[in-house]
């Protein structure tokens, strides 16, 4: 790995390099074509529910191969998470992101043609690598691309993407699975996966990864694609300098997070990484029309509902990641996670009460449904993705996120594996009330151990962790005040 120059660049040496006239134009758009990784993890996982009654039709599943069809993409998704990180770090995040859209089109070409169902869960295994490490490298490479100001707005980008992966998804299993059979549902996303792969070629590189590999003035390269004035490019080459400049071999990799003084980004990121995926919302998206069948609705409506719940995920994550640079990361998780709380205690309360079809109670059965995925995609589900790709330390920043994703997806594969156990074992009422209290437990959690973000880069951020400011503060909660 290549070291940092001696000294930082001067706003003059810096001023001969060109300034892009469609900087700003390319900053959204290496964040927006990156973030269609989230759309194709969105559809990826969420297609199956459509497909599967197809695929066991096919093949003549049991339960026991329906759910290894399910959750064979979440055991690739844990290992693509925790390999790719060492692969952004040798070849950079570009790059990573281009390996990941080839995954991406073979795995689901894989799957459209798989002649029996162990290739098609070997197949969705090997699709799951693509999902797993998109969610580690996309962020990050967003991140790093993206000025202070605008961070949130543009890695949430991967999340509103997602939420459009799961309403296609949801708007295709509903409508066309007939007319389209399974095989042309999965295969569908090979197409949007390799317009990524092509595009990546033309965007820009992280200027951190490329400071830290190819030196201060390959960095500075990279930046005058992206912002728009010489003395931006000044002050941040400078921060990301004063940063990395000599940092030891114990700092990087898995002994850097080893490191006490990095602790608290590893408590908060990956505490709210846990909560995110096990607060109840992946249970709701995979399991909703199965709880709403039991409750008495018809297989229709319960489809209906299931897609209510994938707009209403959309729509929220949407404007969280409108406001999350204004409101804050911490702020947004604490106004809107008692919200999730409190839904889920009334729902548990109608499915254990257990109201006749069609009367006020079976409707407010739905209500509470919509509200918690409006709190929690709102609050929780916009801020999750986006803490693990801004907390970490840039020698560390790969191995990093790769924890963080693949505690995401443990997270989620524990969930999608147990919720049904559980509905048997305490009823589904009591599974909404277990729920409740975990999500008032991440609420406590940000309280006390997940500070504010917004506003600050990421080298402030690193800053804070050497000099041990990394906690939440009352008053002006923010790290760095604006």
Request: proline share 4%.
């Amino acid at each position: 790995m290549q070291n940092f120059s001696p000294q930082a660049a001067s706003l003059a040496a810096i001023s001969r390099h060109e300034i892009s006239g469609s900087a700003r134009l390319t900053l959204w758009l290496a964040a927006a074509v990156a973030a269609i990784c989230g759309g194709l993890y969105g559809y990826d996982t969420g297609i199956i529910s459509g497909a599967l009654l197809l695929i066991t039709q096919d093949f003549h599943l049991g339960s026991t191969a329906q759910e290894l069809v399910a959750s064979a993409i979440l055991a690739g998704a844990v290992i693509g998470a925790l390999g790719t990180g060492w692969l952004s770090e040798r070849f950079g995040r570009r790059a990573s992101v281009m390996v990941v859209t080839a995954l991406f089109v073979t795995g689901a070409a894989a799957c459209a043609m798989a002649p029996d169902v162990w290739t098609l869960i070997i197949a969705r295994v090997y699709l799951g690598l693509g999902v797993g490490g998109s969610t580690q490298v996309v962020p990050m490479y967003i991140s790093e691309l993206a000025p202070a100001a605008r961070r949130g707005r543009l890695v949430t980008l991967f999340n509103v993407a997602i939420g459009i992966g799961i309403f296609t998804a949801n708007v295709i299993g509903f409508a066309a699975r007939d007319a389209w059979g399974w095989r042309p549902m999965i295969a569908i996303a090979a197409l949007p996966a390799a317009c990524v792969f092509v595009a990546m070629f033309f965007l820009p590189k992280s200027p951190r990864w490329t400071a830290e590999n190819e030196g201060l003035d390959a960095a500075i390269a990279q930046l005058t694609r992206v912002r728009t004035s010489h003395r931006e490019i000044h002050r941040e080459i400078n921060k990301i300098h004063e940063a990395s400049d000599g940092v030891a071999d114990a700092h990087r990799g898995w002994r850097g997070l080893m490191q006490p003084w990095v602790r608290p980004a590893l408590v908060a990121a990956l505490g709210v990484a846990f909560f995110t995926q096990c607060g109840g919302l992946e249970m709701m998206i995979y399991y909703a029309p199965t709880f709403l069948s039991d409750a008495g609705f018809g297989h229709a409506s319960a489809l209906l509902a299931s897609l209510g719940v994938s707009i209403v995920y959309l729509a929220m994550t949407l404007g969280g990641s409108m406001i999350v640079d204004h409101v804050g990361r911490r702020r947004l998780m604490l106004i809107m996670g008692p919200g999730s709380v409190l839904s889920l205690l009334g729902l548990g309360l109608m499915f254990a009460i257990h109201p006749d079809k069609g009367s006020v109670g079976s409707w407010m059965i739905i209500v509470f449904l919509l509200l918690f995925m409006m709190f929690n995609s709102g609050g929780i589900q916009v801020v999750g993705w986006l803490l693990g790709a801004e907390m970490f330390p840039l020698p560390m920043r790969g191995t990093a996120t790769s924890l963080h994703a693949a505690t995401l997806w443990g997270s989620d594969l524990l969930v999608t594996s147990t919720a049904l156990s559980l509905v048997k074992l305490i009823s589904l009422g009591g599974t909404m009330w277990f729920y409740a209290g975990v999500n008032l437990a991440s609420v406590l959690f940000v309280f006390f151990l997940v500070p504010e973000t917004r506003g600050a880069s990421l080298e402030d951020i690193e800053a804070a962790l050497h000099a041990g400011r990394f906690r939440p503060r009352r008053g002006d909660t923010a790290i760095v005040a604006r």
